[in-house]
């Protein structure tokens, strides 16, 4: 791998990012930007379409992502990771990892014959473990690059897929391969991940079968999803009384998320109204403590899931077992009337909260905020501003948002690194 000379290096792959590399490019600066997974598109590729539109996810993503891919200007990074940060005269000095797909990129075309001659399947990790791929497979469907990677810690290494490979592209023996990056300037866009499933015991998260996380039924609501239609995980049977959960990972000291994640209440209401139109017999119910609807048309959004006849009962959940039939039976005290109640449904899913990818690690130097996000110093005059010069912030790495919000934050922080870099250019010329 060649060193590279940039002006600015995005850190992270999914829709902040793409929007904030697009931005830069289009301006002319020569861009890198890098991902940690074999593919862009982050979060936003997974899901089944965005509220308060319904529009298709995948529609907004995919040519997002092609764009990266294409424009002359960006130099698309996958499977790589930062190690180092070091400033220097012209910027930063950013030591990468290219990590080993144990496929040479530059031959793979993407035909999938190894992926379909691999004898071994695992649970996927796009799926969240509904479905399952081979040890050596194209990420997803649309995934950017079309470039096979080989997991090596369940190939067996029979050698199949270097026998199917008519370009020789298989390569058992590769190594992770250290590079470097000169950026002067820095965005980063490394996003959110959920709190974890089982983080509240008394939900029964990771240990009842049907109780789940949304990120599992937007793949079960997805026209990619692994089945194609909403299943219950534990036995494959059609539900016909959903509920959701909410605040089941946000506004909570126990958690240590104190704040509210802000897209909780709106991913549960579009879920909601698309269960509807694919089970329009199924009962859904969303408990909650306070319904959020920030945005513009949310209310809306919210009054016509309530007109489809989605059941909302104000309450906080106290706990969740299951009977013998593996039906989640939910323990809600009912704020409102004063008294506790027990409902039983054939599926929960929880509306858990967002977290940030982003941890301090002594690489990067960065102030991080009592959330836990990286922090801004000046929110209200320069909202993608970090403590560092010449270090910017977007998206869901900044804290948590939607995806409209996302896309907002990462053209700001464009504007910012442009700014940034035009001005260290000229000091440059008359230094």
């Given at each position: 791998?060649?060193?590279?000379?940039?002006?600015?290096?995005?850190?992270?792959?999914?829709?902040?990012?793409?929007?904030?590399?697009?931005?830069?490019a289009?301006?002319?600066?020569?861009?890198?930007?890098?991902?940690?997974?074999?593919?862009?598109?982050g979060?936003?590729?997974?899901?089944?379409?965005?509220?308060?539109?319904?529009?298709?996810?995948?529609?907004?993503?995919?040519?997002?992502?092609?764009a990266?891919?294409?424009?002359?200007?960006?130099?698309?990074?996958?499977?790589?990771?930062?190690?180092?940060?070091?400033?220097?005269a012209?910027?930063?000095?950013?030591?990468?990892?290219?990590?080993?797909?144990?496929?040479?990129?530059?031959?793979?075309?993407?035909c999938?014959?190894?992926?379909y001659?691999?004898?071994?399947?695992?649970?996927?990790?796009?799926?969240?473990?509904l479905?399952?791929?081979?040890?050596i497979?194209?990420?997803?469907?649309?995934?950017?690059?079309?470039?096979?990677?080989?997991?090596?810690?369940?190939?067996?290494?029979?050698?199949?897929?270097?026998?199917?490979?008519?370009?020789?592209?298989?390569?058992?023996m590769?190594?992770?391969?250290?590079?470097?990056?000169?950026?002067?300037?820095?965005?980063?866009?490394?996003?959110?991940?959920?709190?974890?499933?089982?983080?509240?015991?008394e939900?029964?998260?990771?240990?009842?079968?049907n109780?789940?996380?949304?990120?599992?039924?937007e793949?079960?609501?997805?026209?990619?999803?692994?089945?194609?239609?909403?299943?219950?995980?534990?036995?494959?049977?059609?539900?016909?009384?959903?509920?959701?959960?909410?605040?089941?990972?946000s506004?909570?000291?126990?958690?240590?998320?104190?704040?509210?994640?802000?897209?909780c209440?709106?991913?549960?209401?579009?879920?909601?109204?698309?269960?509807?139109?694919?089970?329009?017999?199924?009962?859904?119910?969303?408990?909650?403590?306070?319904?959020?609807?920030?945005?513009?048309?949310?209310e809306q959004?919210?009054?016509?899931?309530?007109?489809?006849?989605?059941?909302?009962?104000?309450?906080?959940?106290?706990?969740?077992?299951q009977?013998?039939?593996?039906?989640p039976?939910?323990?809600?005290?009912?704020?409102?009337?004063?008294?506790?109640i027990?409902?039983t449904?054939?599926?929960?899913?929880?509306?858990l909260?967002?977290?940030?990818?982003?941890?301090?690690?002594?690489?990067?130097h960065?102030?991080?905020?009592s959330?836990?996000?990286?922090?801004t110093?000046?929110?209200?005059?320069?909202p993608?501003?970090?403590?560092?010069?010449?270090?910017?912030?977007?998206?869901?790495?900044m804290g948590?948002?939607?995806?409209?919000d996302?896309?907002?934050?990462?053209?700001a922080a464009?504007?910012?690194?442009?700014?940034?870099?035009?001005?260290?250019?000229?000091e440059?010329?008359?230094?």
């Amino acid at each position: 791998m060649d060193n590279l000379h940039v002006d600015a290096l995005v850190v992270g792959g999914g829709i902040a990012g793409m929007q904030a590399a697009l931005d830069l490019a289009d301006q002319d600066f020569k861009v890198a930007l890098v991902e940690r997974e074999p593919s862009i598109g982050g979060k936003m590729i997974t899901l089944s379409k965005v509220f308060p539109t319904l529009d298709c996810c995948s529609c907004i993503t995919t040519p997002k992502m092609s764009a990266v891919a294409h424009h002359p200007n960006i130099k698309l990074l996958t499977y790589c990771e930062l190690k180092a940060v070091n400033e220097t005269a012209e910027g930063f000095q950013v030591s990468m990892v290219q990590k080993p797909r144990y496929v040479d990129a530059s031959k793979c075309t993407g035909c999938r014959k190894c992926e379909y001659e691999c004898p071994i399947t695992v649970a996927s990790p796009f799926d969240r473990g509904l479905g399952s791929y081979h040890a050596i497979r194209v990420p997803f469907s649309t995934a950017v690059p079309q470039v096979a990677v080989l997991d090596m810690e369940n190939c067996i290494l029979c050698g199949k897929c270097e026998k199917i490979c008519a370009v020789n592209a298989v390569d058992f023996m590769q190594q992770p391969e250290p590079f470097e990056i000169q950026a002067t300037t820095v965005v980063m866009a490394t996003g959110f991940e959920l709190t974890p499933l089982n983080a509240k015991k008394e939900y029964g998260g990771g240990n009842l079968q049907n109780v789940i996380d949304p990120l599992m039924m937007e793949r079960f609501l997805a026209p990619t999803g692994p089945y194609g239609r909403v299943l219950r995980p534990g036995d494959g049977k059609e539900p016909t009384s959903i509920a959701y959960v909410q605040c089941a990972g946000s506004r909570d000291k126990t958690l240590g998320v104190e704040y509210c994640s802000r897209v909780c209440c709106m991913y549960a209401i579009k879920q909601a109204m698309l269960i509807s139109g694919a089970l329009p017999l199924a009962e859904i119910t969303i408990y909650y403590m306070d319904i959020r609807t920030f945005g513009k048309g949310y209310e809306q959004f919210y009054q016509n899931a309530q007109a489809m006849g989605v059941e909302f009962i104000r309450g906080k959940v106290a706990s969740i077992h299951q009977d013998e039939d593996q039906n989640p039976v939910v323990k809600v005290e009912l704020t409102e009337e004063g008294h506790i109640i027990e409902r039983t449904h054939d599926m929960v899913i929880l509306s858990l909260g967002m977290v940030p990818t982003f941890k301090s690690d002594g690489v990067l130097h960065l102030d991080l905020g009592s959330d836990g996000f990286i922090a801004t110093p000046a929110t209200n005059a320069q909202p993608c501003v970090t403590a560092r010069p010449g270090i910017f912030v977007t998206g869901a790495a900044m804290g948590p948002m939607d995806i409209v919000d996302s896309i907002v934050t990462a053209s700001a922080a464009a504007a910012s690194a442009s700014a940034y870099i035009r001005t260290h250019q000229k000091e440059a010329v008359y230094a």
